[in-house]
T-cell receptor, first 112, second 110 residues
């Protein structure tokens, strides 16, 4: 497609459940980023891929969070044992270089 | 100290006025600088990159002061459609994570 596609757009889950969020970047973009944004805050960096490998995962808050990009295109962010504090909008972005990011519309996660 | 700091506002400015925002960054090794715009409940979108010599795009002017480690955004002849949150963004080099500020909320009043 023409832009970055994220699914689901909204996800409501219960505390303790497992969640997967998917990102389909712009075709040909080698770099893919995950951020999360809470109300009233700027996007907070989670992880960045160059191709299939995680170039920087320093923003993942703890080992409940994991992300993959097995074929260098689609990426999945996985959250285990969700907590209420994980509620946020999870933003994916892709880039062809020079740090110019194109964001998807985000996946709004609510943990009850 | 946060890596990127912005005044969250809100700034309420009459239509046609000029408004300026500043942003400071803590890492002197930062190399790339940007302003992104985010409308309510939408994703951030690139507004403009910020170059060392300063740059202008229509009514928008961005400047970088490396010595004092701040960047600025000036909006002239503000329009109602300029109402948004403006995010200051900094990166250490061409292929590293971008760090976002909390954003400055701007509302243009008719």
């Amino acid at each position: 497609g023409a832009g970055v596609s994220q699914t689901p757009s909204n996800k409501v889950t219960e505390k303790g459940k497992y969640v997967e969020l998917r990102c389909d970047p712009i075709s040909g973009h080698t770099a893919l980023y995950w951020y999360r944004q809470s109300l009233g805050q700027g996007p907070e960096f989670l992880i960045y891929f160059q191709g299939t490998g995680a170039a920087d995962d320093s923003g993942l808050p703890n080992d409940r969070f994991f992300a993959v990009r097995p074929e260098g295109s689609v990426s999945t962010l996985k959250i285990q044992r969700t907590e209420r504090g994980d509620s946020a909008v999870y933003l994916c972005a892709s880039s062809q270089g020079a740090n110019v990011l194109t964001f998807g519309a985000g996946s709004r996660l609510t943990v009850l | 100290r946060k890596e990127v700091e912005q005044d969250p506002g809100p700034f309420n400015v009459p239509e046609g006025a000029t408004v300026a925002f500043n942003c400071t960054y803590s890492n002197s090794a930062s190399q790339s600088f940007f302003w992104y715009r985010q409308d309510c409940r939408k994703e951030p979108k690139l507004l403009m990159s910020v170059y060392s010599s300063g740059n202008e795009d229509g009514r928008f002017t961005a400047q970088l002061n490396r010595a004092s480690q701040y960047i600025s955004l000036l909006i002239r002849d503000s329009k109602l459609s300029d109402s948004a949150t403006y995010l200051c963004v900094v990166a250490k080099s061409g292929n590293e994570k971008l760090t976002f500020g909390t954003g400055t909320r701007l509302t243009i009043i008719p």
